[in-house]
Nanobody, 128 residues
Framework: QLTLVESGGGLVQPGESLRLSCEAS????????VAWFRQAPGKEREGVSC????????VSADSVKDRFTISRDNAKKMVYLQMNNLSPEDTGVYYC?????????????????????WGRGTQVTVSS
């Protein structure tokens, strides 16, 4: 059974950077993408970035596309989220997720409904 474990969260000041990591216990043989989501207190979970494991193509939400970069290392079964120039609005729990068989990563940020395997999340707090 596939499991996902996130790490790298923490408390940083505005303008600083963090790199989140997501380790998968296994890689499936399908084309399902992997994505990062986040959930701020009192808000719905939102898609941040996704990446195609096969092609390496990525899509990010408008709110982060100039600051966050998603990447993957297939050999290590790892997905990363490099977050630069963080602001308090980026505070939340960040989740790594594995897509359903019919999920794609193109044209639009990831949607919660397209992902069915989730890590437990890692807390990111941006505060001065």
């Amino acid at each position: 059974q596939l499991t996902l474990v996130e790490s790298g969260g923490g408390l940083v000041q505005p303008g600083e950077s963090l790199r989140l990591s997501c380790e998968a216990s296994s890689w499936t043989a399908d084309y399902a993408p992997v994505a990062w989501f986040r959930q701020a207190p009192g808000k719905e979970r939102e898609g941040v970035s996704c990446i195609s494991r096969i092609y390496g193509t990525t899509v990010s939400a408008d709110s982060v596309k100039d600051r966050f970069t998603i990447s993957r290392d297939n050999a290590k079964k790892m997905v990363y989220l490099q977050m630069n120039n963080l602001s308090p609005e980026d505070t939340g729990v960040y989740y790594c997720a594995y897509g359903r068989l019919d999920a794609t990563c193109r044209n639009s940020p990831p949607k919660v409904s397209e992902y069915n395997r989730w890590g437990r999340g890692t807390q990111v707090t941006v505060s001065s």
